[in-house]
Structure formats: structure tokens, C-alpha cells
């Protein structure tokens, strides 16, 4: 399977700043998903990753909060912009092939605090 | 419709016990569900996947047990261990375009007792 390598794995951030969080796999995937974990919650989607066009954003989240690049099949950042404290969380990528039903898997993810 | 409902949100088993989590859907256009197994400080994990064209698929301790007309699955995992503690989630997806993402349940937090 895919080895997904996230940065950074955690950071602390202050209220109003934006931060960047890579994500490298290392073997061409279709598709790269970018989701939320709250604390001791589930995985929501943010948006999919699409190479070469703006990404698709699932309800509720938007591209001005969470800008999204994917420049090729192996590579995707996420932003979290204009910070706040309800934005601690941990943020996850994922990838996974076009094949029908197959597996997709996540990085370690990014576990961010904002204050 | 896009829910995908688990239960129960914890779970306390003794070793060498079953441990069963259970999902259910209403969409009927799911037909992948798979479950995912998180340790702290990692991402999930992908366990073990099933289609709705079989009711149930085992590989080793864990089996998905799949009811179709209820629009439920579930895990089980035979004698259970402590190293199996951690947090399970079911996922279901559908065929909406290859490769979509999955939508998952709210997580089941396993404690098993040695």
C-alpha cells in the first residue's frame, strides 16, 4: 500500500495565522482526500484533492479556509487559514486509488492546537 | 441518508472475549464498508472490507457480518486481545464515480481487559 508521509505532525499555532500541512505519497495515487478528526470524534471530508483544478469542497468547508493544491499525483497541501481555536484538530490525508472499492489510506495526520 | 450510524460509542471486553460493533446505512447506493482500526497518534487503518454481494468475510479474528435488507454490518473480533484496544470505525462509500471518499461512523472506543 501507499506510504503517506504528512508535515508537519503537529504544530502550535496562534489565533489569525494560517498553516500549511504537506502531503507526499510515495507512488502516483488518482485520488487524494484531505479530512478532519476533532478530538475523540470521527473523520470528516474537507474537499478531494484534484490534480491540476481547484478542489472539490464537501458542505461547510470552503476554499477560502482551507485552500488545497495537488500539482501532481503525489503531492498535496492543505491550508488552515485565518486560525482560530475551533480549527484544533487533527488533519488527515488520504489516498486512494480510482480502481472501484479500492482501499484507502491515511497519513498519521497533523495534529494542530490553536491559541 | 449519507449517515453511517455505529454503535456502541465504547466498549469494554475481557480478554479471550467477542467484541461486536455495529453500523447501519440508509443509503442504498453504499456497496463498500469498510472498517478502520485507530491507534493514538496514528491515522486508521483499513481492518478488513466487505461488498454487499457476501454476507460475511472473515481474515483471522475479525469478521464483518453484512445484512443487506437491514442495511447493517458489524464487526466481530474473536478472542480478543489487549493489543487490539483502540478506536474502530465503520465507512461505507458508494459508486458515485470511481474513487470516492468514504463517509464514516462515529468510532468505537474497544477497551479490552487483560
Known amino acids: 500500500s501507499a506510504v503517506i508521509s504528512q508535515k508537519p505532525s503537529r504544530d502550535i499555532c496562534q489565533r489569525g495565522t494560517s498553516l500549511t500541512i504537506q502531503c507526499q505519497v510515495d507512488?502516483?495515487?488518482?485520488?487524494m482526500f484531505w479530512y478532519r478528526q476533532q478530538p475523540g470524534q470521527s473523520l470528516t471530508l474537507i474537499a478531494t484533492?484534484?490534480?491540476?483544478?481547484?478542489?472539490?469542497?464537501e458542505s461547510g468547508f470552503v476554499i477560502d479556509k482551507f485552500p488545497i493544491s495537488r500539482p501532481n499525483l503525489t503531492f498535496s497541501t492543505l491550508t488552515v487559514s485565518n486560525m482560530s481555536p475551533e480549527d484544533s484538530s487533527i488533519y488527515l490525508c488520504?489516498?486512494?486509488?480510482?480502481?472501484?472499492?479500492?482501499?484507502?489510506?491515511f497519513g498519521n495526520g497533523t495534529r494542530l492546537t490553536v491559541t | 441518508q449519507q449517515q453511517v450510524k455505529q454503535s456502541p460509542q465504547s466498549l469494554i471486553v475481557q480478554k479471550g472475549g467477542i467484541s461486536i460493533i455495529n453500523c447501519a446505512y440508509e443509503?442504498?447506493?453504499?456497496?463498500?464498508f469498510p472498517w478502520y482500526q485507530q491507534f493514538p497518534g496514528k491515522g486508521p487503518a483499513l481492518l478488513i472490507a466487505?461488498?454487499?454481494?457476501?454476507s460475511e468475510k472473515k481474515e483471522g479474528r475479525f469478521t464483518i457480518s453484512f445484512n443487506k435488507s437491514a442495511k447493517q454490518f458489524s464487526l466481530h473480533i474473536m478472542d480478543s486481545q489487549p493489543g487490539d484496544s483502540a478506536t474502530y470505525f465503520c465507512?461505507?462509500?458508494?459508486?458515485?464515480?470511481?474513487?470516492?471518499?468514504?463517509?464514516f461512523g462515529k468510532g468505537t472506543t474497544l477497551s479490552v481487559s487483560s
Open positions: 443509503n442504498t447506493a453504499f456497496d463498500y
Open positions: 484533492a484534484n490534480q491540476g483544478s481547484e478542489a472539490t469542497y
Open positions: 465507512a461505507a462509500s458508494f459508486r458515485g464515480g470511481a474513487g470516492t471518499a468514504l463517509i
Open positions: 488520504s489516498v486512494r486509488d480510482r480502481e472501484y472499492n479500492s482501499p484507502l489510506h
Open positions: 466487505i461488498r454487499p454481494d457476501v
Open positions: 507512488s502516483q495515487v488518482t485520488m
